[in-house]
């Protein structure tokens, strides 16, 4: 008998967390991965639309990105270094600059608070607060930034929010675009309850948005909407947070999401594809004169991710050296969402929403959503659903993915509508 014979079989289950949910709507032992596939180790290949929730936006173990990182640990590069200066860091920062920010006419210091995008968020609430003195801090219905205590307390999901045990404070929700379905204009309420000194609400250090909201299901705000927001903080002298955790690194075409609406942010958090091959990494940016830490104010063991700053890097020299991959990805964006529409149109109550390559079907009758993911997956492909009733089958696939994938992909959704809207 050998020693993986001896293992208890389903050692999930019998060892892992009630807390797994993933796995729960895959039920399969995935073993290797490449490009916009997984495969289980029966051997049966998954199409994935999935992608690591976002953090896949190259594919799975893109080729560049591994010999780069294959060729650094050969070496002996540093693997673990704090915040100490390391010639990976060095390399990315300057990536940064040459790829990112100088094209962008942004100045922008980034700071490394920890691997996690939600680390991000809480670093960049934190800044806030010490900027301005002030504790409040508004977010938006259907928000989602994160699992720790300051990011839930701006993040909408109840269940959610439940999960943390004690009251979250010093957060104010707002209606995000469209809340009310175009019946009243979502500003009327904020602006109102910012200048009358009788709403209740203290002046926030801060606002915090994603321009597209991926949890809280593929909500896309308006450009118009989003400068009207930029210029309301501008004015009142509140900062402005995008948390482009999700949206950014290309997701919605640019390689920040809130470009298309032609604003600066004071502060931006990028995690997830940030690290370009699925390794831990994030970043909380911000202007120049926003930078009044301390050294160690805040801090981190893992903020120094050294084999992230090295596939980073190859992300960023290979793919954002100039414009073409961001029109591949509109180009791509335009081929699923027609796809969709075709899909939408042959049946009541189903409607498409997205930017990009972020795309989603929602559906009045919310159990559908998850029908149609479990029929994909019987059929070879990921989806999860979004949304605060699980009504959104959500699609993220790698941007690299191809037009001959995306059209097997498209295929099955067609396929999994059909057989659960019967």
Known sequence: MTVIDKIDTDIFAKRESEVRSYSRGWPTVFDTAKGSWMRGEDGREYLDFFAGAGTLNYGHNNPVFKQA???????????????????????????IDRNLLEPRGLDYKVMFPGPTGTNAVEAALKLARKVTGRESVVSFTNAFHGMTLGSLSVTGNSMKRNGAGIPL????PMPFDNYFGGVAEDFQWFSRVLDDSGSGLNKPAAVIVETVQGEGGINVARPEW???????????????????????????????????A???????????????????????????????????????TFRGNNPAFVTATAALDNYWADDAFEKETLRKGTLVREGLD?????????STRGRGLVQALAFEQAENASQVCAAAFESGLLLETSGPESEVVKLLPPLTTTDDEFRQGLSIIAESVAKVMA
């Open 169 to 172: 404070v010093h957060a104010t």
């Open 342 to 350: 075709t899909i939408a149109d042959s049946y009541p109550g189903v």
């Open 69 to 95: 990182l294959l060729d650094y640990i050969e070496r002996d590069g540093v693997t673990h270094a704090l915040d100490m200066g390391t010639v990976a860091k060095r390399a990315f920062l300057e990536s």
């Open 262 to 300: 032609g604003i600066t942010p004071d502060i931006v958090t990028l995690s997830k594809s940030i690290g370009g091959y699925g390794l831990p990494l994030a970043l909380t940016m911000f202007k120049s004169e926003l930078d009044v830490w301390t050294p160690g104010e805040h801090n981190g």
């Open 226 to 260: 989003l400068r009207a927001l930029s210029e309301l903080c501008a004015e009142r002298d509140i900062l402005l947070i995008v948390d482009d955790v999700q949206m950014g690194c290309g997701r919605t075409g640019q390689f920040f999401s809130f470009e298309a």
